[in-house]
């Protein structure tokens, strides 16, 4: 069995684990830069390779401390080092929390495969979600190969019977969960609209596909495809159930103090659903089910 660590034991690891606590921090730092760039440039439809980072002001590319994650933002006190112009705080959150997802990944499934494999499939998801946010639209590049990626990933884990404390461990799991995670919200987003366009869109069914709302895109059943291939059906459930309810909130939250938000991006909710499902997923279930009388 894979070492699990929890904040409080963390000073009590090896120098080896240590080792690759702080790799592993590294690497989600600089993942965390990575994201930024294609968060920017994926909707733009430009390399994410070429041109070097650049101010969006005054267009002069960035010295390579200018780059360190987290640190530089702060050296520059969040302003281009050339022109002077505010740098969006939103950079050095992005690193941030790919950093502390990556973190929790390690802590939870140690030095090991998966960890590599699910630290991969964090850095996905915060990408889609940041585009998500920003355009209400998520990638098909970021989603549909990555599903069969996992389900090729659940094949070989199967055949080769690699060790390691997989989440879906065979194909037929992993086509399960892609199945029932993407079904079940495909099913959502066809009733939402047939219902909205029917009685809500000026009480008239458009006809016309051109004419009818959108109350929910595919960019969310093709997420939902790809989690569920690394964490199976069960789990995927679970996912769409904790996205809902951390998208209410949001909606509830932002109503109370007054904004008032025409469309709300379901693919961050479903994200952060995800990634406490890939934690501790299973041990939600077990204490529900531990409350109840089944």
């Given at each position: ?21 702080v790799l ?7 993942s ?9 440039r ?31 933002y ?8 050339w ?17 502390a ?13 998966p960890t ?17 946010w920003d355009?209400?639209?998520?990638p ?7 599903t ?22 065979t ?23 047939w219902?909205?366009n ?6 008239v069914?458009k ?5 009818r709302?959108?109350t ?6 093709d ?27 949001f ?6 103090y ?15 659903g ?6 501790w ?6 204490w ?7």
């Amino acid at each position: 069995m894979t070492p699990t660590y929890s904040p409080a034991t963390v000073c009590l690891m090896s120098i080896s684990d240590w080792f690759f606590f702080v790799l592993t921090v590294l690497i989600g730092l600089v993942s965390g830069s990575f994201a930024n760039v294609c968060i920017l440039r994926i909707p733009a439809d430009l390399s994410i390779v070429f041109p070097a980072s650049h101010c969006f002001s005054c267009g002069r590319a960035l010295l390579w401390r200018d780059n360190i994650p987290l640190l530089s933002y702060v050296l520059l006190r969040g302003k281009c080092r050339w022109c002077a112009a505010p740098i969006s705080p939103r950079y050095p959150f992005i690193e941030f929390l790919t950093c502390a997802a990556f973190t929790g990944i390690y802590l939870r499934f140690g030095a090991s495969l998966p960890t590599v494999v699910y630290c991969l499939l964090a850095l996905d998801l915060i990408i889609a979600s940041g585009i998500d946010w920003d355009h209400l639209w998520i990638p098909r590049l970021l989603t549909r190969p990555g599903t069969i990626v996992g389900l090729v990933l659940a094949t070989l884990i199967w055949f080769f019977k690699w060790p390691g404390e997989w989440i879906v461990a065979t194909p037929w799991d992993a086509l399960l969960g892609a199945c029932v995670g993407g079904g079940v919200i495909y099913l959502v987003r066809f009733v939402a609209n047939w219902y909205y366009n029917k009685y809500r869109n000026f009480s008239v069914y458009k006809e016309n596909a051109e004419d009818r709302i959108e109350t929910m895109g595919l960019g969310d059943v093709d997420l939902m495809l790809l989690i569920g291939a690394f964490i199976g059906w069960d789990l995927a459930l679970l996912t769409i159930f904790l996205g809902s309810l951390f998208g209410s909130l949001f909606g509830l939250i932002t109503r109370f103090y007054g904004y008032k938000l025409i469309k709300i991006p379901f693919g961050p909710y479903l994200a952060l659903g995800a990634y406490l499902c890939l934690l501790w997923g299973h041990d939600l279930i077990d204490w529900y089910f531990s409350q109840t009388s089944f």
